[in-house]
């Protein structure tokens, strides 16, 4: 039986002066899992990511989330644009699987010594996604890691994050319903709150 990453439990939050985005929301997620979440804008799909991280406290319920790691939906702004690929990589991950993880996610190693701007978004991405599991995560939370991205490209870069579903559980934000049907184990839809 897989290992549990994330188990939320009756989850209720509700920004300041709003009316409730979860009322008893429960989730979990496995190794080997990929769970979209879908919903139009302000629905509270990275609400659910900030409450997850511990960036926002819930008003009631508990969320229990195994170590995680994020891949953000603009490569460009989630990388400081001064610095090159690898020392903002080694600020956050020792950088002992590197090669290998190069190899598998097809990104060259001479490319982390350039600056963000130097690299094309699916270059970015990919490195996005290095970085994220250098972290050695059990759980990454993915915010439209595609959406940045052309649609071949996008999918190439998916199929890169699911070959390591054995050692993790992912949890992706997405407008993309047809990526979410294609490369998810469940989907949940976020309905808009009025």
Same mark, same amino acid.
């Given at each position: +039986?897989?290992?549990?990453?994330?188990?939320?439990? &009756?989850?209720?939050?509700?920004?300041? $002066?709003?009316?409730?985005?979860?009322? $008893?929301?429960?989730?979990? @997620?496995?190794?080997?899992? @990929? @769970?979209?979440?879908?919903?139009?804008?302000?629905?509270?799909?990275?609400?659910?990511?900030?409450?997850?991280?511990? &960036?926002?406290?819930?008003?009631?319920?508990?969320?229990?989330?195994?170590?995680?790691?994020?891949?953000?939906?603009?490569?460009?702004?989630?990388?400081?644009?001064?610095?090159?690929?690898? &020392?903002?990589?080694?600020?956050? /991950?020792?950088?002992?699987?590197?090669?290998?993880? #190069?190899?598998?996610?097809?990104?060259?190693?001479?490319?982390? /010594?350039?600056?963000?701007?130097?690299?094309?978004?699916?270059?970015?991405?990919? #490195?996005?996604?290095?970085?994220?599991?250098? +972290?050695?995560? /059990? =759980?990454?939370?993915?915010?439209?890691?595609?959406?940045?991205?052309? &649609?071949?490209?996008?999918?190439? @870069? +998916?199929?890169? =994050? +699911?070959?390591?579903?054995?050692?993790?559980?992912?949890?992706?934000?997405?407008?993309?319903?047809?990526?979410?049907?294609? #490369?998810?184990?469940?989907?949940?839809?976020?309905?808009?709150?009025?």
């Amino acid at each position: +039986m897989s290992q549990e990453v994330l188990r939320i439990e &009756n989850l209720s939050f509700a920004y300041p $002066n709003s009316k409730l985005l979860y009322d $008893n929301f429960s989730l979990h @997620v496995k190794v080997g899992e @990929v @769970v979209a979440i879908l919903g139009a804008s302000g629905s509270g799909k990275s609400t659910l990511f900030e409450l997850i991280a511990g &960036n926002l406290k819930a008003k009631s319920g508990t969320i229990h989330a195994m170590k995680l790691s994020q891949i953000f939906q603009d490569p460009y702004t989630s990388f400081h644009p001064t610095y090159t690929i690898v &020392n903002q990589i080694s600020d956050v /991950a020792p950088l002992h699987d590197l090669h290998q993880l #190069c190899d598998a996610l097809d990104l060259d190693t001479e490319v982390l /010594a350039q600056k963000p701007h130097q690299l094309s978004g699916g270059q970015l991405q990919r #490195c996005s996604i290095l970085r994220a599991l250098l +972290m050695k995560p /059990a =759980l990454i939370l993915a915010d439209e890691p595609t959406s940045a991205l052309d &649609n071949i490209t996008g999918l190439h @870069v +998916m199929q890169l =994050l +699911m070959q390591f579903l054995d050692r993790i559980g992912i949890l992706l934000i997405t407008h993309d319903k047809d990526l979410a049907s294609w #490369c998810s184990d469940r989907m949940i839809e976020l309905k808009e709150t009025k």
